[in-house]
Structures are given as structure tokens and as C-alpha cells.
């Protein structure tokens, strides 16, 4: 029984620490494949981008790769991210929103840059990027026509604590192998509480089950 009870306050205190988190790992498609992150405070799960990457479509690249959300697509069930979204995600992972700061934002930004996937990469630098491509358009001067945003989750330490990290918003292009910010709706977590009212539950039970053949033997 002190197994059992080690045990299940063991999978409470897991929990507990889970429900904190703002931003976490779930599965897609497989268990143990780490494809979705799951931000709590919204309730959104968010599709690595590394698994919407443009390069995998045929031209129009981009457009091709959007109808993939629709019925029977591969993303079916996606919405494409807003800047709006990206920037509640950004606020759920601790990023301070409207600086690059690395001080601040160092930690915060690369963690959610491992659970999203990088897009590219500068390994002698120690930096790393996040890309996607969002729902709203803007006016870029140099070709001189509407462009689809980006969010861009980056780190560029520079030495230590004189670097960027952050959300920014830009126009990439699709040879930077962008992906698409997609999320669904999630199912939330069960409260820590609900956990411990049922494993005080199970508890009482399997105790009675194991009590109640000694009467019958006494």
C-alpha cells in the first residue's frame, strides 16, 4: 500500500508541475513523436512548423500547403495562426511581448523554439529560428506588393547577454524553409485536484478489497 501511495502522489506532483507550465510537448500522430505544443493558458495545441516546411509543396508553394487545412488535408483541423495567436503564444512561453531583449527573453524564446522546431539555424552563432507564415498581409516596399507575414521566434546570442531573442514579424522567403503557424483547439489538462480526489478513490478502494477478506477469515 506505501507503493502504491508513493506512486500516486508521485504522478500528482508530475501533473502539478505540468499544469504550471505555460507551453508543453504533446504527440500528433504517434506516441513519443513531440509533434504539438500545447499551451495551457489559451488551450491551443500548435503544429511544429518543421512538419508544415513550404519546400515540401509544390509551387504555389504556400497556398498549396494553407489547403492542406481543409477537409481531408494533411493539416485538417488547423487554423493558420493570426498575429494576434502567435503573440498570446508567445506571452504563454514568457517571451516579453514588443522587445528583444536577451536578457529577458533568452531562455524563454529557446525553449519555445525547441518545442515548435527550428527552421533554420546558425550553429557557430548558437542561433536558432522558428518561422512561419500567418493569415495577414502587409505592404513590403521592394517588391512593391502585399506579403504574407511571418513570425519569427528567434535567438542570436552575440557573445552572451548583448544578442536578440524574442517574437518578431516579417516577410521571409520560402528558401528559408518557413512552415506554416498552425493551431487547433485542445482538450484541457484535468485539474491537479480531480487527480486527487480519484486516486483517493482508488486508494479506498483497493484498502477496502484488501480488508474485507480478513473479516471473513477472522
Known sequence: MNRMLIAVLGVLMLTAAESRAA??????????????????????????????????????????????????????????????????????????????????????????????????????????????????????PQPNCPCRLSAIFGVYPLNGLVGTAGLDLGIFTETSHPGLMLWRAAVPEPSVLTLAICSLICLSFFRNKQIAPSLFRN
Do not use: C
Open 23 to 140: 507551453v508543453f510537448e504533446r504527440d500528433w500522430k504517434a506516441p513519443g513523436d513531440g509533434l504539438l505544443t500545447y499551451d495551457n493558458v489559451n488551450l491551443r495545441e500548435w503544429l511544429d512548423v518543421t512538419e508544415s516546411d513550404v519546400s515540401m509543396f509544390s509551387p504555389p508553394r504556400v497556398d498549396n500547403a494553407i489547403a492542406e487545412t481543409g477537409p481531408g488535408g494533411l493539416f485538417e483541423g488547423f487554423t493558420l495562426a493570426s498575429v494576434e495567436d502567435v503573440t498570446d503564444l508567445a506571452s504563454s512561453a514568457g517571451i516579453e511581448i514588443g522587445t528583444q531583449n536577451f536578457a529577458l527573453n533568452g531562455t524563454a524564446t529557446r525553449s519555445l523554439i525547441n518545442l515548435l522546431g527550428v527552421s533554420w539555424d546558425v550553429p557557430a552563432d548558437e542561433a536558432e529560428f522558428s518561422v512561419g507564415w500567418l493569415s495577414e498581409f502587409t505592404i513590403h
